[in-house]
Nanobody
Framework: QVQLVESGGGLVQPGGSLRLSCAAS????????IAWFRQAPGKGREEISC????????SYADSVKGRVTISRDNAKNTVYLQMTSLDAADTAVYYC????????????????WGRGTQVTVSS
C-alpha cells in the first residue's frame, strides 16, 4: 500500500524558513516524480515544485522560485521542500503527490497524495 506522509509544517514568522518532508512507503522514489502542491483557503491547488526522481530534474513555480528548493534522499525514500523568506501569501496546506515521470502533470492526474501539512506564516 502506497503512503505519502508530509511533515514539518507549523507556524512561522514572516521572513522565516521551514523544511517540509514527504516520506514515501510502498513505492520506490526512483520511479516517480514527486510534486509539492499547496492550497490556501478559498483558492485552487497550486503546484509549487516537482522533482523527477528518474533524472533529477526539478521545476518551480514563479511564485516560489528563488525561495524554495526541492531535494531528495533516496536512502530514506523522502523528498524535502526547503522554504525561505516566507510571507503570509505562503500560508496554505502543503501536499506532496507522486506520479510516473516526468513532472508537469495536472494535479488531478497524480496517482498518490499525502494528507497535507499546514503552514501558517504570521507574526
Amino acid at each position: 500500500q502506497v503512503q505519502l506522509v508530509e511533515s514539518g509544517g507549523g507556524l512561522v514568522q514572516p521572513g522565516g524558513s521551514l523544511r517540509l518532508s514527504c516520506a514515501a512507503s510502498g513505492l520506490t522514489l526512483d520511479n516517480y516524480a514527486i510534486a509539492w502542491f499547496r492550497q490556501a483557503p478559498g483558492k485552487g491547488r497550486e503546484e509549487i515544485s516537482c522533482i523527477n526522481n528518474r533524472d533529477g530534474r526539478t521545476s518551480y513555480a514563479d511564485s516560489v522560485k528563488g525561495r524554495v528548493t526541492i531535494s531528495r534522499d533516496n536512502a530514506k525514500n523522502t523528498v524535502y521542500l526547503q522554504m525561505t523568506s516566507l510571507d503570509a501569501a505562503d500560508t496554505a496546506v502543503y501536499y506532496c503527490a507522486a506520479d510516473p515521470p516526468p513532472c508537469g502533470a495536472q494535479w488531478w492526474a497524480y496517482d498518490y497524495w499525502g494528507r497535507g501539512t499546514q503552514v501558517t506564516v504570521s507574526s
